[in-house]
Structure formats: C-alpha cells, structure tokens
T-cell receptor, first 113, second 115 residues
Framework: SQELEQSPQSLIVQEGKNLTINCTSS?????LYWYKQKYGEGLIFLMM?????EEKSHEKITAKLDEKKQQSSLHITASQPSHAGIYLC?????????????FGQGTILTVHP | GAGVSQSPRYKVTKRGQDVALRCDPI?????LYWYRQALGQGPEFLTY????????KSGLPNDRFSAERPEGSISTLTIQRTEQRDSAMYRC?????????????FGPGTRLTVL
C-alpha cells in the first residue's frame, strides 16, 4: 500500500518567515492533494497537483509536484498567524478511478506573532 | 448549508453499544467517502459510494462496521458492539463525479469516544 511521509512533523516559525513542508510517497503519485485542518473543523482543500513539474499558487501558498522524486512541497511565503494549523498531503490510490486518498500524518504549523 | 454536514458532532458511548453516524453531503455530489482519523494521524479511508452503490469498502476494519447510502444522498456509518479502539474522528467527504480527480469536500467530523 502507498505511504506518505511528511516532514517536518511540526514547525514553529515567527510571523513573516517563509517555510516549506514536504510530502514523500513510497509509490508513484497519481494526483497529490494538500489540505489544511483546524481544530474542530473539517479539512480545507488547498490545492491539487496532477502532473510532474506542476506548480500551483493560492495567495501566499505554493505547491509543487516532483514526479521523479515522488515528492511534493508546500511553501508558504511571509507566514501569518492565520496560516497556523495542520497541513495534510493526500495521494490518490493508483489503479482507482475515484478519489480514494491516502494521507500523510500531517505537519503541525505554529506561527508566532 | 452549502457544505458537508455530519451529526452528531460528538458521541460518547459505552463499550458494546451500537452507534450510527450521519453524513449529509453537498447537494448533487455523486461521490461520498468515509474516513477515520486517529489523534495525530492523517485520515484513513474506510469506504466509498458512487450514488447509492458502495463500490469500495476495503478500508472497513471488520464486520462490525457497515455503511449505507440508500437514496444516493445521506449516508450512515454504523458501528456495532463498539470497542474502545473504535474511538476516533470519523470524517465524511463528498465530491462531483468525473475525471481529473475532483477535490473532496470534508465535513467537520464526528468525534466518537467509546468508554
């Protein structure tokens, strides 16, 4: 079965600093999703990457997919307290035509004002 | 509301009792997923519905777990004879059908505690 490893497991940064979260898959990636989770809320969809080399941005968050390395990275520029939360990467299971996702264990981000 | 809703939000039950968790997906969403999330972990897939058909139940841990979606909309996840190890956050997600791996919209989850 596919496994996703996120690093770091937790991250504490000062407001205004840039940061990167990595997600590495044990198998070929067929679509990589990034979600953000806040306590008491559902998972909030951030971005979906499908093709090697693909890069997407939303506000100050950029995600990239490196198919060869079976890895994705999420980069936040000029972090703000509102960016705090748990970031989860999820990958579609190979061989399925629907969105059965395997998730990493999550990266806990704390942003100090 | 416009999002996925789940009820109850919190459920505390005694070991051996049956529980039913409800998911109300976004109107018109064909695909519905159930996941289970332990503390400090990412969600784990349980089962998938396409309309009312349960097309994948490979993630259900054992036969005490079952799910249905009789009219292709609301879904219920039932756990019989609950055990302490069943304690977790149970999450439901829905999405449009179609190609290109549409995003899944997650509900707030039901926190189940089995005493």
């Amino acid at each position: 079965s596919q496994e996703l490893e996120q690093s770091p497991q937790s991250l504490i940064v000062q407001e205004g600093k840039n940061l990167t979260i990595n997600c590495t898959s044990s198998k070929t990636l067929y679509g990589l999703y990034w979600y953000k989770q806040k306590y008491g809320e559902g998972l909030i969809f951030l971005m979906m990457l499908q093709k090697g080399g693909e890069e997407k941005s939303h506000e100050k968050i950029t995600a990239k997919l490196d198919e060869k390395k079976q890895q994705s990275s999420l980069h936040i520029t000029a972090s703000q307290p509102s960016h705090a939360g748990i970031y989860l990467c999820g990958a579609k299971a190979g061989g399925t035509s629907y969105g059965k996702l395997t998730f990493g264990q999550g990266t806990i981000l704390t942003v100090h004002p | 509301g416009a999002g996925v809703s789940q009820s109850p939000r919190y459920k505390v039950t005694k070991r051996g009792q049956d529980v039913a968790l409800r998911c109300d997906p976004i109107s018109g969403h064909v695909s519905l997923y159930w996941y289970r999330q332990a503390l400090g972990q990412g969600p784990e897939f349980l089962t998938y519905f396409n309309y009312e058909a349960q097309q994948d139940k490979s993630g259900l841990p054992n036969d005490r777990f079952s799910a249905e979606r009789p009219e292709g909309s609301i879904s219920t996840l039932t756990i019989q004879r609950t055990e302490q190890r069943d304690s977790a956050m149970y999450r439901c997600a829905s999405s449009h059908a179609g190609a290109n791996e549409p995003e899944q919209f997650f509900g707030p989850g039901t926190r189940l505690t089995v005493l």
